[in-house]
């Protein structure tokens, strides 16, 4: 069976404090940080033993997860593994970037955001070009908001031309449409963000190739859908996998939409769906 796994733990806490964000420098007790660390090695073994399966596994943390050791170091075995096609996790890219040379880089991908204000411009954007270097899939992206437009045109003359920049539209912000063309001159792609998708009834890929996992091991369709399918490690979710429309009124996260199945965004990143990356643009050395 082939299988989309988004897994989310119980980290929560971020190094930055970004005014749109509710988890923003929240910091973690010792314990809950225990806690996600023993989740994410139990959650780690479960995919590596799935050796019948061909997995796709996609970190969402709410918080940063590349700052703590157990993420990289999972992130990294689990790219070694044949049955796993791809292991990405969306990042802040504030981490140290050498444990990347221990991964493998034909499986192992990033999804990066650059948060203005939140560090030096010039860091990140020698960080961007440092997993160039490496050989490491990335795409880099930004907050669609009025304010981040200056720094968004700079990064997109100053990434190297393979790395796809992508802009996520601000949540309950409404963009006119001179300000939607100045986003789409950036990310050809912005006009599937700008909006909503209505997604009430519609076939979804979610809940039958596609699962969310939390730190406890239940299983949901996606992480916006609480309704539970079972759980990952006594495989009582399997039973419940089927083709089954979205019950929700609209999707509005790339996270979610990008598997609606009345949308093209599987064709448009073919091979690169967790990781962000279109499939006409083809990574490579800068």
Same mark, same amino acid.
Not at 127 to 153: I, T
């Given at each position: 069976m082939d299988l989309t796994v988004l897994y989310r733990g119980l980290l929560a806490s971020c190094d930055y404090d970004c005014p749109y964000c509710p988890f923003a420098k929240r910091r973690d007790s010792p314990d809950r940080l225990r806690a996600d660390r023993a989740a994410l090695d139990r959650f780690a073994a479960w995919a590596a033993a799935q050796t019948g399966d061909r997995l796709s596994l996609l970190f969402t943390p709410w918080g940063e997860g590349l700052v703590r050791s157990w993420y990289r170091r999972t992130l990294a075995e689990l790219s070694h593994l044949p049955h796993i096609r791809r292991v990405a996790i969306q990042t802040n890219l504030s981490c140290r970037t050498d444990w990347l040379d221990t991964a493998d880089r034909d499986t192992l991908a990033l999804w990066c955001t650059y948060h203005p204000g939140q560090t030096p411009y010039d860091r990140f954007l020698t960080k961007c070009h440092d997993l160039a270097r490496r050989g490491v899939r990335y795409s880099v992206g930004v907050v669609g908001l009025p304010e981040h437009l200056p720094a968004a045109r700079r990064l997109r003359a !100053? &990434?190297? !031309? $393979?790395?796809? &920049?992508?802009?996520? %539209?601000? =949540?309950g912000h409404t963009y006119e449409d001179t300000e939607a063309e100045d986003w789409t001159a950036l990310d050809a792609l912005f006009p599937y963000s700008r909006a909503p998708h209505a997604s009430a009834g519609l076939p979804c890929r979610t809940g039958e190739s596609v699962i969310s996992? !939390? /730190? =406890? @091991? *239940?299983? #949901?369709?996606? $992480?916006?859908?609480?309704? +539970?399918? /079972?759980? &990952?490690?006594? @495989?009582?979710? #399997? %039973? %419940?996998?089927?083709? #089954?429309?979205?019950?929700?009124?609209?999707?509005?996260? $790339?996270?979610?939409?990008? $598997?609606? +199945? *009345? &949308?093209?965004?599987?064709?448009?990143?073919a091979g690169g769906v967790l990781e962000r990356i279109p499939a006409a643009v083809r990574p490579g050395r800068t």
């Amino acid at each position: 069976m082939d299988l989309t796994v988004l897994y989310r733990g119980l980290l929560a806490s971020c190094d930055y404090d970004c005014p749109y964000c509710p988890f923003a420098k929240r910091r973690d007790s010792p314990d809950r940080l225990r806690a996600d660390r023993a989740a994410l090695d139990r959650f780690a073994a479960w995919a590596a033993a799935q050796t019948g399966d061909r997995l796709s596994l996609l970190f969402t943390p709410w918080g940063e997860g590349l700052v703590r050791s157990w993420y990289r170091r999972t992130l990294a075995e689990l790219s070694h593994l044949p049955h796993i096609r791809r292991v990405a996790i969306q990042t802040n890219l504030s981490c140290r970037t050498d444990w990347l040379d221990t991964a493998d880089r034909d499986t192992l991908a990033l999804w990066c955001t650059y948060h203005p204000g939140q560090t030096p411009y010039d860091r990140f954007l020698t960080k961007c070009h440092d997993l160039a270097r490496r050989g490491v899939r990335y795409s880099v992206g930004v907050v669609g908001l009025p304010e981040h437009l200056p720094a968004a045109r700079r990064l997109r003359a !100053d &990434l190297p !031309d $393979h790395v796809y &920049l992508w802009v996520n %539209a601000a =949540e309950g912000h409404t963009y006119e449409d001179t300000e939607a063309e100045d986003w789409t001159a950036l990310d050809a792609l912005f006009p599937y963000s700008r909006a909503p998708h209505a997604s009430a009834g519609l076939p979804c890929r979610t809940g039958e190739s596609v699962i969310s996992v !939390d /730190g =406890e @091991g *239940t299983v #949901r369709r996606c $992480h916006f859908v609480r309704a +539970e399918l /079972g759980n &990952l490690y006594d @495989g009582s979710y #399997r %039973a %419940a996998l089927r083709p #089954r429309p979205c019950p929700l009124t609209v999707c509005d996260c $790339h996270i979610g939409y990008v $598997h609606l +199945e *009345t &949308l093209p965004l599987y064709d448009v990143f073919a091979g690169g769906v967790l990781e962000r990356i279109p499939a006409a643009v083809r990574p490579g050395r800068t």
